[in-house]
């Protein structure tokens, strides 16, 4: 699922400016129910290695 990939790598900065860190991870954190099993483990893997603001 490439575009899955595409959306993390350029998501974040539009999200940072206007949501704070803990509601940044919490609103990637609310995709995990909507996803499958493969795209449950990108989104796990890629949080764990979000960069900080």
Do not use: C, I
């Amino acid at each position: 699922m490439p575009f899955l990939s595409v959306f993390f790598e350029k998501s974040p900065p539009f999200l940072r400016a206007s949501l704070a860190e803990a509601e940044l991870l919490a609103w990637y954190g609310a995709m995990q129910a909507h996803l499958d099993a493969e795209g449950q483990e990108k989104l796990t893997a890629w949080l764990e290695r979000l960069p900080a603001a």
